[in-house]
């Protein structure tokens, strides 16, 4: 009974951890089928822990913090269990699903490489967009077809896009604190007084590419993850029109976002849309 309670009460405060970061992402697992809502949860309280570190914990020892986060992550997973809630959580999702070590390895390793790098060259930030945001993707479709390879294979390049158009979109509604507070860029050809019209452009067009693969994975999901994919990518898709009509300068003076009255109506939207099949 006594464990029962500890993987329940771990599970709870990821899900909290979830819905305290992101009220989007966390509107968007609760559409899931019950059964996988709390291993999403889990797999995201454990990216943002890792994303904490490197991204706010300035004024502490971040690399090493950053490094025994990595060393207890993987100490979790070889025994089974945690005293850090979000780890053991995430360690039980591992180990029930069989998520790759190469996913989590590739998620680190990104995790460590926006503690050193601050001007991303394009090959190194295709790595790092990967790692942050692609393989977490692919952690989530490992859950989904935890029990079919064949389909868990045919859709990992639709996750994969899925994942890279969120992280870029990101990117883009971030860049204003990213640049200030952490003096980093993730497109090269940015900066604080060259960010032009014509780049943006060309970044949204790339966006947009992924997006539109994407959405053929999307339409393709088994039923209890589609509506809840379906949600995010409505509601990134509504903050990507928004950065669109935004001017570069405007972006780079704040970040945009998606109000709550509007989030509901997306909601409805977006159910509409999926109980009808209107794909």
Not at 43 to 55: K, L, N, S, W
Not at 179 to 208: L, M, W
């Amino acid at each position: 009974m006594s464990r029962e309670l500890y993987t329940k009460n771990n599970l709870q405060l990821s899900r909290i951890t979830t819905m305290n970061y992101s009220t989007s992402f966390s509107l968007g697992v609760r559409m899931l089928s019950r059964k996988i809502r709390d291993p999403i949860f889990a797999i995201y309280g454990f990216v943002r822990y890792a994303d904490e570190i490197v991204d706010t914990f300035y004024g502490y020892p971040r690399e090493e913090m950053l490094e025994e986060f990595i060393e207890d992550t993987y100490m979790a997973i070889e025994r089974g269990i945690s005293t850090n809630p979000i780890l053991d959580s995430f360690q039980m999702i591992v180990n029930q699903y069989g998520i790759e070590r190469e996913h989590i390895d590739a998620f680190l390793e990104s995790m460590r490489m926006d503690l050193y790098n601050h001007n991303y060259e394009r090959e190194k930030v295709k790595n790092y967009i990967y790692g942050s945001a692609e393989v977490v993707g692919l952690m989530c479709l490992r859950v989904f077809y935890h029990d079919d390879d064949e389909k868990y294979e045919s859709m990992k390049y639709y996750a994969r896009k899925l994942g890279e158009a969120f992280q870029k979109v990101n990117f883009l509604r971030d860049i204003q604190s990213d640049f200030s507070d952490r003096e980093r860029i993730y497109f090269s050809d940015i900066s604080h007084n060259g960010f032009t019209p014509e780049v943006k452009q060309k970044i949204e067009e790339e966006i947009k590419h992924d997006f539109d693969e994407a959405y053929q994975g999307i339409k393709m999901l088994n039923k209890r993850a589609r509506f809840g994919v379906y949600l995010a990518y409505i509601y990134y898709q509504r903050l990507f029109r928004k950065i669109r009509n935004s001017e570069p300068q405007v972006l780079m003076n704040g970040r945009v976002r998606i109000p709550n009255s509007r989030k509901i109506y997306l909601l409805f939207h977006a159910y509409l849309r999926n109980s009808m099949n209107l794909f």
